[in-house]
């Protein structure tokens, strides 16, 4: 535990579970720093360690990130079912977990908590911190960056599991080691074939467009559309679709496509009644205006944007097909290297570590991915 952490809340329980072995157990929990604060319910930073009174010198485990939500809600034990399935080197992992009430004495609430691995930052720090320095993210970084979220991806969509908000808030990640890893599974959801979903999801920016217009069929190909909003996040430093109500958001991202294709309001909602904005603002070709917003970035970045942010989500890139981009070739070589945030040192990264589960994902695209 760092020596200089006070308590700010001190507690111990008869019942915390260890995630791994699913044994409950006698623990003290030791917060002493508030790290989130949503809609949802809080985030707090915090160590624990057992109390069974066998071993008085117990180590303190952690950092910890714990989130802490109302408990009894369909939506909340959707979350802990997700966490306890999901095992990948890019999704943040549940190491404990507990119900406990409220220590105030007016709320009678029962609260679950998640107790989480813990990382140094997340990608929307990340790209204010280069912008306020008036840099992007270095290229090496966010392709690499980039790749680990494809790759959570692979996995998830594997399960049917949509994360439903992907944004930078909701990706950690490690400037020392490079590492990220998706966190916030509270929006999160196994999608059923033909079983409808709330289309009012995900935040508004990085919302797909079949979502902005009502679809309530739609598939884990919302969460490439966010994925394409938070790779151009880190080429612009700035989010690339800033609509002001969820309506505008669509005319914004009719800035970079194009007017939507009747086709797609058709497949996405035959009810849409909004507005359509079908006059082209744009004299050039997409690909062309993809050209002028991305103006300083390589052509491997364009065109994986360009088969990533497209209105149609069959025709969206999967998570197979952006991990065999030649965007990520740099990444393949044996020499690659990158160097942390402020080191002079370059490190070695793992990214090709792939389960047997993530190669029978990739199919036919496994020997073209692991060429090296």
């Known amino acids: 535990m760092p020596p200089d952490i006070h308590a700010v809340n001190e507690y111990t329980l008869n019942e915390v579970t260890n995630n791994q072995s699913s044994v409950s157990t006698r623990m003290t929990v030791k917060e002493y720093k508030r790290i989130g604060e949503g809609a949802f319910g809080t985030v707090v930073e915090a160590v624990l360690k057992y109390a069974d009174g066998t071993d008085v010198h117990s180590e303190w485990l952690g950092p910890f990130a714990i989130k802490r939500v109302p408990a009894q809600t369909e939506y909340k034990s959707r979350e802990l079912e997700i966490l306890r399935l999901v095992n990948h080197p890019n999704i943040v992992s549940l190491r ?86 998706v966190c916030d599974f509270g929006s999160a959801k196994k999608l059923e074939p033909n079983q409808p979903s709330v289309s009012y999801i995900c935040s508004r920016y990085y919302r797909a467009p079949e979502l902005i217009v009502g679809c309530s069929l739609y598939s884990t190909k919302i969460d490439i559309w966010g994925l394409g909003c938070v790779v ?68 491997d970045a364009i065109d994986l944007l360009l088969k990533i942010l497209v209105y149609d989500p069959d025709m969206r890139a999967s998570p197979r097909r952006v991990l065999v981009h030649p965007f990520f070739n740099e990444l393949k070589k044996k020499e690659f290297q990158v160097y942390p945030r402020g080191s002079s040192e370059p490190i070695q990264l793992n990214l090709f570590n792939f389960s047997e589960f993530e190669l029978s994902l990739l199919g036919s695209l496994k020997d073209e991915l692991l060429a090296r």
Request: hydrophobic content about 30%; charged content about 20%.
């Open 232 to 299: 151009a996040e880190m080429f612009l430093g700035k989010p690339i679709f800033q609509g002001q109500s969820p309506e505008s958001q669509l005319k914004e991202i009719s800035k970079l496509l194009g007017p939507p294709p009747n086709t797609f309001f058709f497949k996405s909602n035959p009810q849409y009644r909004g507005n359509m904005y079908t006059t082209k603002l744009f004299s050039c070709t997409v690909e062309e205006r993809f050209r002028q917003i991305f103006s300083n970035s390589p052509p």
């Open 96 to 181: 404990f977990y507990f119900d406990k009430a409220s220590s105030s004495s007016h709320d009678k609430t029962i609260y679950q908590n998640l107790v989480m691995e813990c990382l140094p930052s997340n990608l929307q720090s990340e790209i204010k911190y280069y912008r306020q320095s008036k840099y992007t993210i270095p290229y090496p970084h966010m392709k690499a960056y980039t790749f680990q979220l494809a790759r959570a991806m692979l996995y998830l969509h594997g399960f049917g599991i949509s994360h439903r908000d992907i944004k930078p808030s909701n990706i950690l990640v490690d400037p020392s080691t490079v590492v990220l890893k």
